[in-house]
Every structure is written in structure tokens, then in C-alpha cells.
């Protein structure tokens, strides 16, 4: 399915609509630099914020069947 096409597509599952709601943040966020920096500092906080996680909330991290999001 092309971008223009999954604009218009209704999304039937979770899955769906989580893809199709990422996809339209991506769009704003890269169409946009002042958002598109915002988004990059937010980025980078959030990789430093996780070099301070203790060992046994990073294995949470780890274990993709902990992970409650799709690829």
C-alpha cells in the first residue's frame, strides 16, 4: 500500500491504527524542523535516561515478549 493509499485506508485492527498513528506523527514531525529538533533532544533524553535504568529494568527492555508494541 502506497503513503497517499494508507491516508485513506481505515485502519480494522489495533495494529492499524497504531501504524497508521505513527505514521502520520513521523509525517508532522518530519515535515516540520523546529518539531523535527524537539523531537531528536526528546530522543536523546530518553536514550541517556535508560543508561540509568538498574540491570533488572533494563532486562525488561530485553525480553521482546515484554515489549507491548508492534515492528
Known amino acids: ?11 480494522r485492527t489495533e495494529e492499524e491504527a497504531a501504524t497508521y498513528l505513527q ?3 513521523e509525517e508532522c514531525v518530519l515535515d516540520r524542523k523546529p518539531i523535527h529538533g524537539l523531537a531528536a ?8 535516561a535508560y543508561a540509568t535504568y538498574s540491570k533488572e529494568v533494563k532486562d525488561i527492555f ?7 508494541v508492534f515492528a
Do not use: A
Open 1 to 11: 500500500m502506497s503513503q497517499g493509499e494508507n491516508r485513506l485506508h481505515t485502519p
Open 23 to 25: 505514521d502520520r506523527f
Open 62 to 68: 530485553k525480553d521482546e515478549r515484554n515489549m507491548y
Open 41 to 48: 533532544k526528546g530522543f536523546q533524553s530518553y536514550i541517556r
